[in-house]
């Protein structure tokens, strides 16, 4: 899809220093433009770009007041970043502007859907499903009996989402995530074995939640896991049974949490964190990467280290732990003065 100039400048309310009428049909970051591309200078950095760039269109600040002659054409407005962002936003919306329901794709007679929605081929819409307005559900993804689903939400190519789940509104789940597997409940026999506990609860998405890539979210044993209004969960994350994320929380990938954990609400919890089972952690929470958590944390703690610890105590003491030999080789010096004095 082509846009000119003057298309772009309207959605932006920018005003045009070149050509209106180019067009372009593709982003590229302004020192790797080239014909037929737009882009944008924000950061002063890489001002020198913009004398030497191929793209055709250039997004730049109203203030931004070339010293050299500029071949691309500029749409100046009042803040490019943000500008950029919103055309950046426009963009996927129309890339996913898709309608109707493509074939081969199954959906039972006992489900029902709402207006302007899209449903991709080899897709599996189960028993009495329910599926809001302007949902998109892309080709080869599964949703269960009695799931829900709310209006505006985006489910991506091969995303599974398992029986009696509820879905909300404006919500993003991306390729191959999982929605309510069973959560890792076994208990052990007298035999040495472990026999399943049965997973009789689901998984409840409230609004504007968005799941990235290839993330698990389990199903409660009893009850529900619940991930609240906001959330933002990254790719490849671990969600066990029975946890609840409090809303606005941000999440980096590779980080696992374990069941029935409470998790409070506008925490921020870095890559590849290990969160144990059955802890209360407070709210606005820093945990940095590859952190461990082993115990309750009270609200606005940072944290780092494994087991984690007060982030101002993790960085003296890592000062200390960095100079561990040389401090080991003084100690020495000194007992050995010590000893020969004796």
Not at 121 to 149: C, H, L, M, Q, R
Not at 248 to 265: C, H, L, M, P, Y
Request: some cysteine; glycine content about 10%.
């Amino acid at each position: 899809m082509k846009f000119t100039a003057q298309q772009i400048a309207d959605i932006l309310e920018g005003s045009i220093v070149g050509d209106a009428t180019v067009e372009v049909s593709k982003l590229s970051k302004i020192e790797e433009g080239v014909e037929g591309s737009l882009t944008f200078l924000a950061n002063p950095k890489y001002t020198s770009y913009i004398y030497s760039t191929k793209a055709s269109i250039a997004i730049v600040n109203k203030t931004f007041e070339p010293e050299e002659e500029v071949s691309t054409t500029l749409i100046k407005v009042e803040d490019a970043y943000k500008s950029f962002s919103k055309l950046l936003e426009y963009y996927n919306q129309v890339k996913l502007n898709k309608f109707g329901i493509e074939q081969p794709a199954f959906i039972a007679e006992s489900s029902t859907y709402g207006e302007n929605i899209y449903i991709g081929a080899f897709s599996y819409i189960g028993e009495n499903v329910v599926i809001g307005e302007n949902v998109k559900i892309f080709p080869n993804a599964y949703i269960g009996d009695n799931v829900k689903i709310g209006d505006n939400t985006l489910i991506f190519a091969g995303s599974k989402i398992y029986s009696e789940c509820i879905i909300g509104n404006n919500c993003v789940i991306n390729s191959g995530a999982i929605i309510g597997a069973d959560g890792f409940g076994f208990t052990p026999n007298e035999k040495g074995e472990y026999n399943k506990v049965p997973q009789t609860g689901n998984v409840i998405l409230e609004d504007f939640v968005d799941i990235g890539a290839a993330t698990t979210i389990d199903r409660a044993t009893l009850g529900s896991t619940v991930i609240r209004r906001g959330v933002k969960l990254d790719n490849q994350i671990q969600i066990a049974h029975n946890v609840e994320i409090g809303k606005n929380t941000v999440i980096a990938a590779q980080t696992g949490i374990a069941g029935s954990t409470k998790i409070g609400e506008n925490c921020q919890i870095g890559g590849q964190v290990g969160i144990a089972g059955h802890l209360t952690i407070g709210n606005s929470v820093r945990i940095q990467a590859q952190s461990g958590i082993g115990r309750n944390i009270k609200d606005n703690e940072t944290l780092q280290g494994s087991p984690s610890f007060n982030y101002a105590d993790w960085n003296k003491s890592y000062v200390y732990f960095k100079n561990l030999p040389k401090i080991v080789k003084n100690i020495s010096e000194i007992e050995k003065k010590i000893n020969g004095n004796n």
